[in-house]
């Protein structure tokens, strides 16, 4: 025997290992892939056997060998036997498949008796050739199978299963002609027999696509993409720097004197050029559209492709936007170099949002693409991905779309892919031509339109986020315009009641000096305000306040109009507050106030101070109309709500418990209709600083030494 038997079978063992730890590993149970699980073990067996024998250099193969190879062939009979099943039950009756699995193991027992006869001691008349026949018999069987299973196989099917019949009819083939030679020469040929190796090599990746191609043999077999690219790339690289080396060999062996230094300059470029091969993505793009053509079931592997498109819109180059991020995304998808996104601006139609991997002068003149085009209508109603070279060359495949001329014009140009929401045209991108051209096919399309859908959940998301951020900014704007608009009214209101009884009391002193103290008050409301309006600390910070008295000043200040309010208060009961005292004095004003105008001039007002386990509390009480639990529930404490009409603003409530929260309290109210309302605002309650003053001398003046 000679090195090629020993190389044969030992790579065809390699082969058939692979495979079998592919198929082990995704086996689920099933029959069929069970029976294809054992064959292919056997097969294993056989090659590393016929190894050992080729390296043995014995005369004869032994019982070992003899019994793996009888083995081999009828467990891919068995194995073809339960794939044709199917396909002739209507015609069979009864369970004769274990009948004849049942002849094919007697067969398979008769053979190696035949083979075996003289070593067990057999004393058996049978023709010299027996042994032969029956081998020939187990190939033409073999052959028989794959014909009928190819000519009962439907055509949509046959994609799926040609290589297996490719593979198993290589091994079936070669034993036929092996065993024939044997008969007519009456002996086997080694040579045959040694390069029956190389075409077992052959048959493994034959049945490996085969097994991927048929999920109904519970046979997950799955090999990555960029495991097969790059595989294929370092083959690649392995042949090329062979046969570089060679011909650096040759240059050498002929270049005479110049030999030794072309022979280094050629190594040299030659490693430049397979850097640069390696390194080039419009390489690698035709190396993906050759592998994805040619050798896979799917022209993409799902679960890489979405993780790569989702990781790219979520962790990006931090420099781009997201709207770059979603081009690129997409775009990276056909390996596209870039592109425009056009996001629906009503009413306007749709606007030139963003652009990738282009530069200024190469964006369309035209910024905004109308909503009623005939572009815009044939995306939303046909939700096709348009590919530009394709409507150059068949305009009839897509109806009677007009192209706009900006997209004519577009040198670079490629696909127009939809974003659709539901139904509606969020959007649509223009990608730039492909580093490999590549003609698009249906799972291309789909993959385009579903990624599509998803950036324009996250393109209406992104607008949606932005309007609402225009939307807090004017909100907070128009909210502080009414403070400004609330406060200005009351001292407008103030300043109109001194006008008003001038005439009357113009000469009376202590009007005049009331009249004065307005003005005061109103000019230092008015600062106050201005230094809010200039974001400017306030002049008076919160500090302790006795609640009893700015609930004397607030009554004082709403006098002027019935009916006048009442105050109670227990004599020993005096809270104490940390807050703005002008604030405080103005939140009570206008709950008093309120109270006023809901309760009429012959109504009843009551202001209630008391204490209430940590909190101080003023209550404002009326006999007025009253409020429904749904009222004070749904509009009472919401900005720019008011029953005043255009008396009112509809935030003073609001401002008030904004205040008490602020302050760490709350404004809550009580009320049924027809029978008034009481506002109650508690405030975290504080020592009286006099006391604790008085308390603290005390205990000074108690322990003098402590003190010094």
């Known amino acids: 025997m000679s090195n090629l038997g020993v190389i044969g079978y030992g790579m065809a063992a390699a082969g058939w290992l692979l495979l079998f730890l592919l198929l082990l590993t995704s086996w689920r149970g099933r029959l069929q892939g069970g029976l294809l699980v054992v064959a292919v073990l056997i097969t294993l067996l056989w090659a590393l056997r ?6 043995a250099e014995v005369i004869a193969p032994d019982w070992v060998y003899q019994m793996l190879e009888v083995l081999r062939n009828v467990m891919w009979l068995i194995f073809l036997m339960q794939l044709i099943e199917p396909l002739i039950r209507e015609t069979w009756i009864g369970r004769w498949i274990t009948v004849v699995w049942a002849v094919l193991a ?67 083939a070669y034993d036929f002609f092996l065993y024939a030679d044997a008969l007519l020469f009456k ?107 040619h050798f896979f079931n799917y022209k993409y592997d799902y679960r890489e492709e979405w993780l790569k498109f989702i990781n790219t819109l979520s962790s990006g180059d931090p420099n781009e936007s997201l709207r770059e991020r979603v081009i690129h995304a997409v775009a990276e998808i056909v390996h596209s170099t870039g592109g425009t996104l056009w996001v629906r601006r009503e009413p306007g139609g749709f606007t030139l949002a963003a652009s990738h991997n282009l530069h200024d002068r190469s964006l369309p003149a035209i910024q905004v693409e109308p909503a009623d085009s005939s572009l815009v209508r044939f995306l939303e109603q046909r939700q096709w991905v348009i590919q530009l070279d394709e409507y150059q060359r068949e305009p009839e495949l897509y109806g009677d779309l007009a192209l706009p001329d900006w997209l004519r014009e577009a040198r670079r140009a490629w696909l127009v892919t939809p974003l659709l929401l539901g139904e509606h045209l969020q959007g649509f991108l223009v990608l730039l031509e492909s580093r490999a051209h590549q003609q698009l096919n249906w799972e291309d399309r789909d993959l385009l339109k579903t990624a599509g859908r998803q950036v324009a959940s996250y393109v209406a998301l992104l607008e949606a986020s932005e309007a609402l951020g225009e939307a807090r900014q004017f909100e907070a704007f128009h909210r502080l315009s009414a403070y400004v608009v609330h406060d200005l009214k009351n001292i407008a209101a103030q300043l109109a009641l001194v006008v008003a009884n001038a005439a009357r009391h113009g000469k009376n002193p202590a009007f005049v000096e009331d009249a004065f103290q307005t003005v005061a008050n109103a000019t230092e409301r008015m600062n106050r305000l201005l230094a809010q309006l200039r974001k400017e600390p306030p002049a008076s910070a919160a500090r302790s306040v006795a609640l009893v008295s700015a609930v004397q000043r607030a009554i004082e ?9 009442v105050a109670r208060t227990a004599a020993h009961d005096e809270p104490w507050v940390q807050a703005d005292p002008e604030r405080l004095v103005a939140v009570l004003e206008h709950l008093i106030q309120n109270a006023q105008e809901a309760a009429g001039a012959e109504g009843l007002i009551e202001v ?5 386990d940590q909190m101080a509390v003023a209550a404002v009480r009326d006999n007025g109309c009253g409020m429904d639990e749904r009222f004070i529930r749904e509009r009472l404490f919401r900005p720019f709500t008011t029953t005043k009409g255009n008396a009112g603003m509809g935030i003073g409530v609001y401002e008030s418990r904004e205040f008490a929260r602020a302050a760490g309290g709350e404004l809550t109210v009580a009320s049924q209709p027809g029978k008034g309302a009481t506002f109650f605002l508690r405030l975290p309650r504080i020592e009286n600083p006099q006391v604790a003053s008085i308390e603290s001398e005390a205990s000074e003046w108690k322990n003098p030494a402590e003190s010094c």
């Open 50 to 55: 016929a190894a050992f024998y080729a390296s």
């Open 106 to 172: 007697g067969y398979g027992v008769a053979l190696l008796g035949i083979e075996w006869h003289g070593q067990l001691g057999l004393s058996l008349e049978l023709p010299p050739d027996a042994a032969i026949l029956g081998h020939i018999g187990l190939a033409i069987a073999g052959l028989a199978l794959i014909e009928q299973l190819f000519r009962n196989t439907r055509l949509q099917r046959r994609w799926a299963t040609k290589f297996l019949y490719l593979g198993l009819g290589i091994l079936f």
């Open 187 to 293: 002996r086997l040929d080694p040579t045959i027999w040694e390069a029956r190796g190389l075409a077992s090599v052959l048959a493994a990746p034959l049945i490996a696509v085969a097994a991927a191609r048929n999920p109904e043999w519970s046979l997950e077999v799955f090999v990555s993409r960029r495991v097969v690219l790059h595989s294929a790339t370092i083959f690649g690289a392995g042949i090329y720097l062979l046969a570089m080396a060679g011909a650096g060999y040759y240059i050498r062996a002929y270049g005479g004197n110049w030999g030794a230094t072309l022979q280094l300059a050629f190594l040299t470029g030659v490693g430049i050029l397979l850097v640069i091969l390696l390194f080039s993505g419009q390489l690698r793009a035709r190396a993906l559209v050759l592998l994805n053509k």
């Open 557 to 565: 200040a709403r006098a002027v109009r019935q009916p006048i309010p």
């Open 608 to 612: 209630m101070v008391y204490s209430e």
